[in-house]
């Protein structure tokens, strides 16, 4: 059975910083792409950051871009996602999703592995 588990997430103030991390374990994801995606209260999941299955190649949603980096261990067959200037619209539940596909997308639908979400709160 494959299990992907989020961890990292907490209360942060603006301008702090986090480190998310998503443990895969049942079997190996090194031939597949990976994301992030967040979800607020009321609002639709959308897209935060993606990674090859090399993790050579990333892309990030503009509202992320030079703030958050994405990464992964394939040895450890870990995901992380490095948070840094965090504002108080960063706020969401944070998911991390393993694609069908080896090339990264921002599409959701792609994504056929989720973990259960950690909470990230940034305070004002």
């Known amino acids: 059975q494959e299990h992907l588990v989020e961890s990292g997430g907490g209360l942060v103030q603006t301008g702090g910083s986090l480190r998310l991390s998503c443990a895969a374990s049942?079997?190996?994801?090194?031939?597949?792409?990976m994301a992030w995606f967040r979800q607020a209260p009321g609002k639709e999941r959308e897209f935060v950051a993606a990674?090859?299955?090399?993790?050579?190649?990333?892309s990030y949603a503009d509202s992320v871009k030079g703030r958050f980096i994405i990464s992964r261990d394939k040895a450890k067959n870990t995901l992380y996602l490095q948070m840094n200037s965090l504002k108080p619209e960063d706020t969401a539940s944070y998911y991390c999703?393993?694609?069908?596909?080896?090339?990264?997308?921002?599409?959701?639908?792609?994504?056929?592995?989720w973990g259960q979400g950690t909470q990230v709160t940034v305070s004002s």
């Open positions: 999703a393993v694609s069908r596909l080896s090339w990264k997308s921002s599409i959701s639908n792609v994504y056929d592995y």
């Open positions: 049942g079997r190996t994801f090194s031939t597949n792409a």
């Open positions: 990674v090859d299955w090399s993790g050579d190649s990333t």
